[in-house]
Each structure stands twice: as C-alpha cells, then as structure tokens.
C-alpha cells in the first residue's frame, strides 16, 4: 500500500499564475478530501468527494479554487489565478468508508510570491 | 455547529515527563472523538479513537477517554520521549457529517 500520494511537495509560483495540486487516493477509498493547513487558521476543510462526486465544497475560499476527481484514482484541486495568501500546505485525505480512518497524504507546500 | 478547542502550543517538556494536551468539543448528535499526530513534513496520521462516551482510545503509550459529561478528550502520555515530538490534533465526525473538524493542533517539543 504506497498510501495517499501527492504531488509535487513543493510549489513555488508567482502572483496571478495558475496552480493545479495533484493527488492520487489510496485504491479502493471511497471518499476523498482536499484540506488546507496554515499557521493561522490551521487544517480547513476545502472540499470533499464520494465516489467521485462532489459533496460539499462549502469550504472552498473563492471561485479561483476548483476541484475535480475524474476518476477513483485521481484528483486536481486548481487556484486560477494565485495570490499570495493562498500560500499554504495542501493535504489530500481519503477514507475506505464512513467510519474508516483518515489517511492522509504529505502534502504540497505552495508559496505564492 | 461543531467543533473543537485545543490548549495553545507549543508544549515543551523533559523526557520521561507526565504529558496532558486538552481537548474540548461542541457537537450536535454523538460524535466520535480521534486525535491525530503530525511529525514534520508528513501528513496528519491517526493516533486513537473513541467512538463513544467513556470509551478509552490508546495507542503506543498514549490513551484518551471520551468524557461526555465535560465534553473533553484529554490526550495523556505517563513517560514522553523524544521521538513524540510533532503537532497533535483533536478531531471528531458525527453520525451525520462525513469530514473531521480538526482543532489547530498543539505542538510538542520534548527534549532530552
């Protein structure tokens, strides 16, 4: 089991360029989850799929963000276009059902200068 | 709605010391309570849980008992050492929801 893989773990970019955020769910899971951590406002929820479907993206800041998950085995959170406060790491989860474990990947680093 | 309060970090003992971070939580339904660790550069991973009131989670020297009466979920460790050093989290989900609300984790230093 490679766990829940994320890519890439650093990213660097400019103001106003666009960012797309990668990650592939451990097999089987049905349930995916696109969480971002800063110092201040620590782990927020973005959004969250079922069966590749999204559930609730109540958390997602700004229209600059989207996700998508076309297939069990991927999924892309994009910032269209970046700025600075979007500097953060982005986790992406997944859990086999309901009342299974969360199982995280390591992350991806943004800054945006 | 729900959520959960941590004690502020960070926290910096000796090894060997008493450790207790504080957990309280506002929830509606019965939720299940976990905490998670996080060590540097890595993602959050499940410590323990417990999924209902006076359960006792526990889990590599660490335990927690879901108190319903106080609303908490204090994690404990008798004998700290230094490899525990990393951020902790609170978490719970209720029967009705299908993502953890974290609480903003507390970080543990524990030096030699």
């Known amino acids: 089991d490679a766990g829940v893989i994320q890519s890439p773990r650093h990213e660097v970019t400019e103001m106003g360029q666009e960012v797309t955020l990668r990650c592939k769910p451990i097999?089987?899971?049905?349930?995916l989850f696109w969480y971002r951590q800063t110092m201040m406002r620590g782990l927020e929820l973005l959004i969250y799929?079922?069966?590749?479907?999204?559930?609730?993206d109540s958390g997602m800041p700004e229209d600059r963000f989207s996700a998508k998950m076309p297939n069990a085995s991927f999924s892309t959170l994009k910032i269209q276009p970046s700025e600075p406060r979007d500097s953060a790491v982005y986790f992406c989860?997944?859990?086999?059902?309901?009342?299974?474990?969360?199982?995280f990947g390591n992350g991806t680093r943004l800054t945006v200068t | 709605g729900n959520s959960v309060t941590q004690m502020e970090g960070p926290v910096t003992l000796s090894e060997e010391a008493f450790l207790t971070i504080n957990c309280t939580y506002t929830?509606?339904?019965?939720?299940?309570l976990f905490w998670y660790v996080q060590y540097p550069g890595e993602g959050l991973q499940l410590l323990l849980k417990?999924?209902?009131?006076?359960d006792k989670g526990s889990n590599k020297g660490f335990e927690a008992t879901y108190r319903k009466e106080t609303t908490s979920f204090h994690l404990e460790k008798g004998s700290v050492q230094v490899s525990d050093s990393a951020v902790y989290f609170c978490?719970?989900?209720?029967?009705?929801?299908?993502?953890?609300?974290f609480g903003k984790g507390t970080s543990l230093l524990v030096t030699p």
């Open positions: 989860a997944s859990r086999e059902g309901v009342d299974s474990p969360l199982h």
């Open positions: 097999s089987g899971h049905d349930y």
């Open positions: 799929f079922n069966n590749n479907v999204p559930i609730d």
């Open positions: 929830a509606t339904g019965y939720p299940s």
């Open positions: 417990a999924t209902k009131a006076d």
């Open positions: 978490a719970l989900i209720t029967g009705s929801g299908y993502a953890l609300n």
